[in-house]
């Protein structure tokens, strides 16, 4: 198996602070509701969504986090995106860019096969929100460039 060559995720080690907005506001709301807070995990991300005026999207992304067992998600004062936060953001950014099986993949990385086959109508819904409420996720990975193995 060839060592070099092989392309590096999206966002993976990136600083978070480098983000463009629209990964940047789904990211502090992921990490404010696994991180301990007074209001509790739904409440702690509807606050940060409220920044981008879509506080809606917590009613989402709640059952969505629940769902995927193996996502890590640093704390909230973390610079560094670890590489689940990576495939979640990757994953919402598919989905809002209308490519539903490679969101499904994505969420592979996270979930077992049946869990991640059940959380796709949150991860839909949590980017058709974000999509209404005009925060549109950069498509880092393109259905061109992804390797076919034909």
Do not use: N
């Not at 067992?69 to 936060?85: D, R």
């Amino acid at each position: 198996m060839a060592t070099r060559g092989l392309p590096t995720w999206p966002h993976t080690g990136q600083d978070s602070d480098t983000l463009p907005d629209a990964e940047r506001l789904l990211l502090d709301a992921a990490r404010a509701w696994a991180a301990p807070g007074p209001a509790g995990p739904m409440a702690e991300a509807a606050i940060v969504l409220a920044a981008g005026g879509t506080e809606g999207a917590a009613l989402m992304l709640d059952p969505l986090l629940r769902s995927l067992p193996t996502l890590y998600l640093a704390c909230p004062l973390c610079s560094i995106v670890t590489a689940s936060e990576s495939a979640f953001l990757l994953a919402v950014s598919a989905a809002q860019h209308g490519s539903r099986s490679l969101g499904l993949g994505l969420l592979h990385r996270l979930a077992p096969p049946l869990t991640a086959y059940r959380a796709m109508p949150q991860l839909i819904g949590l980017a058709c929100v974000l999509k209404r409420g005009g925060h549109l996720l950069t498509p880092a990975l393109e259905q061109s460039r992804i390797h076919r193995g034909l």
